[in-house]
């Protein structure tokens, strides 16, 4: 009897290409992931990053019609079908409670992202799920400042959809050393920026050791200048969500990588309201 995966987030685990589910204990209930990287390809190469395989690049060309059958599908058999009987979910976790666009790699990537948030955003509007379950785009934020993408955002917003940014350090080190990438900290600021005017924006912080050791105190403080910055620069965001590890990297480092206390992020996270920003911790 085949199970939505718990754990691994698998992107595969419905046999589809694009379509995945995830029962997720934590929010209660069921979430779609829309996946538009099968490929396994991304511009960055996070150092916790779970997905097996992955290599630096972009999708390959959306099929639209394939992404729109797959969800129609889905939902279909959630809605009318046995898709809960079949794999045996409790009364209480049988609701949908997000769509997500988040896969095996920068889902922005995708030349058709505007067109895939527009198939998204069509068939959830058929099952009458608007403005019922929320919609999540978990990105790097890296190519914000793109006016194909930056189209694709200001529908997801008009849609109910929120963004989460990802910005996992507030130095340029911390996100060669995390992310693999080569970014200035302005351009961070400035896609965010973009982002965040465009759609209700959380920063997602996935924080964690690594070789033994914590983030340093230049590393925290960094991070907490950023975010005070963003007042007075007028960017506006939801709030702040802070991950430890939970499943294992598939990448060379990780062996190097922890998790750490949930003490230690629920005291950073105090740190962070009592910049009057919101903290959610994710542990």
């Not at 898709?83 to 409670?97: A, D, S, W």
């Not at 403005?131 to 793109?146: A, D, E, F, T, W």
């Not at 690594?210 to 506006?236: N, R, S, T």
């Not at 294992?248 to 949930?262: D, G, K, V």
Request: aromatic share 6%; charged share 20%; hydrophobic share 40%.
């Amino acid at each position: 009897m085949s199970r939505p995966v718990t754990n691994t987030h698998s992107r595969d685990n419905l046999g589809m290409t694009y379509v995945y589910s995830v029962l997720s204990r934590r929010s209660g209930g069921l979430s779609i992931g829309i996946n538009l990287n099968p490929n396994n390809a991304c511009n960055w190469r996070c150092v916790y990053c779970q997905v097996p395989n992955l290599i630096r690049g972009a999708p390959p060309p959306l099929d639209p019609g394939l992404l729109e059958d797959e969800l129609r599908r889905l939902l279909q058999d959630v809605q009318e079908g046995d898709f809960y009987e079949r794999h045996e979910l409790p009364g209480e976790l049988r609701v949908i409670r997000d769509i997500a666009i988040a896969g095996n790699g920068e889902p922005t990537s995708c030349p058709e992202f505007a067109a895939a948030v527009a198939i998204i955003g069509q068939v959830v509007a058929d099952f009458d799920l608007l403005g019922r379950i929320n919609l999540v785009l978990i990105s790097n934020g890296s190519l914000m400042h793109k006016p194909e993408v930056q189209a694709g955002l200001a529908h997801w917003s008009e849609l109910g959809g929120q963004v989460w940014f990802k910005i996992d350090s507030a130095t340029e080190d911390g996100m060669s050393r995390i992310n693999n990438v080569s970014l200035s900290v302005d351009h961070v600021r400035r896609n965010l920026a973009s982002c965040a005017a465009l759609c209700p924006t959380w920063i997602q912080t996935c924080v964690f050791g690594m070789d033994g050791q914590p983030p340093g105190a230049d590393e925290q403080q960094a991070y907490l200048d950023f975010l005070a910055g963003l007042e007075v620069q007028g960017i506006a965001i939801e709030g702040v969500l802070l991950y430890r590890l939970d499943r294992p990297s598939n990448q060379p480092e990780a062996t190097r990588l922890h998790a750490l206390p949930a003490a230690w992020l629920h005291d950073f996270s105090q740190r962070i309201e009592a910049l009057g920003i919101h903290a959610k911790v994710h542990v």
